[in-house]
C-alpha cells in the first residue's frame, strides 16, 4: 500500500484516477480547489483537503505528510481558450506545477505524474503520431504542458525526482459503475456537447468544418475511455518504482473516429436525433490526430480496453441520465 495525492482529484479525469488507485489498495489524498471539481465525485474512502495550487503555504503544510507519489491533474485545458488568456493558464498550468515541484522536493515525494496532453506535438507531420514526433505545439495550453515536461526532465536530473508524463488524446466516457456522478459544467469537448445537445441542455451542436481529407469529411480524432486513462496512471506508478525511470508516453488507442461516427453512435445508443448543423471549420483543428500508443504497451503493459465507441457514448448517457433525472 502507498500513500498517494492526487490533486485534481475531484475533477473529470482526476476522480476517476482516484477510483483506480483506491481500487489497487493505496491510501488516497485529494487536493482540489473545486473550482471545477466537484462533490459529487468524491470518494468517501479517499482523504479530502480544499486548498489551491497557488497557495504555496498550503502545498508546505500538505507535503509535511509523506506521499509517495503526486499525481497532477489540476489544470485549465480548453486548448481554444488558452489562446485568448494565456496568462490564466501560465499561472495555472506553469506557476501552478511549479509551486507544488516546490513543494514536493522540500519533501521526501519522489514520483510525480503528469498529465500532459497530445497537444505538446501541434500539427501532425506524420500518422499515428509517436513519442519522438517533433514538439510544436500550435495553441498556449499546448505549450503550457510541453514547458512542464521540460521543468520536469530537470528536476528529474537535480532533485531526482522521477515523473510519467502522460500525453492524453481525447479523453471520453465515464465509470461504467456509475460512480463519478458530476457532470463537467459548460463543457468544450464533443462527446459531452452531443449529449447535452441529446438532453436538450442546448438546443443544437455544431459540427465543425466537412470538408477535411478524411472518410466524410469531418475530423478524426482517437477518444480513450477516462477509465482506461486512469489505469495508466496506476500502472505509470508502478512501473516506475520498478524501473527509477522517468517516462513519457502515449495514451491513446491507435485508433480514429470522426465527429459524424461520435453523433451516429450516439443516435444508436440512445435511440435519439442528435440535432446538429454543419459550421465552418474551428480555428486550429488537425484534419486527424491519432496515437501511436505502443510505448505504453511495451514499457508498462498498458493497453485501452475499454474505448470502443458504444462503451464512451453509453457511459457518458448514463451519468448524463442521473443527473437529470434528478432535476
Ligand atoms: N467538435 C465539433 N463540435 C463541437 C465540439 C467539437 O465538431 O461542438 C469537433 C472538433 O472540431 C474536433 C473534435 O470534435 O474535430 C474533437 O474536439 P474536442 O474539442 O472535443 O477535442 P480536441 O481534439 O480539440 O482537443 C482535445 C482536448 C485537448 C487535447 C486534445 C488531444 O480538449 O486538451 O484533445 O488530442 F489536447
New binding site residues.
Partial sequence: MSTILIIGGAGYIGSHVVLEFLNAGHEVTILDNMSSGQQANLQAKAKFIHGDIQDRIKLREVFQDHYDAVVHLAAL????ESMFVPDQYSIQNINGTLNILDAMSKSSCKVFIFSS???VYGMPEYLPMDEKHPLQPINY??FT?LEVERFLGWFDQLKNIKFASLR?????GYDTKKRIKGLEQNP????P??LETVMGIRPE?????NNYPTSDG?????YIHVTDLAIAHLKSFETILKTKQSLKLNL?TGKGFS?LD?IKTTEKVTGQKVNYNM?G??E??PAD?VAKADLAKEIMGWEATQSDLENLVRSTWEVYKLNINKK
Fill in positions: 485545458k480548453a486548448a481554444g496532453s497530445a497537444a495550453y499546448g504542458k492524453y488524446f481525447n479523453a471520453a468544450a469537448n464533443l462527446l456537447i452531443i451542436m455544431s459540427v465543425f468544418g469531418t475530423c478524426i480524432r482517437d491513446g465527429v461520435m459550421a471549420r474551428r486550429g483543428d490526430l
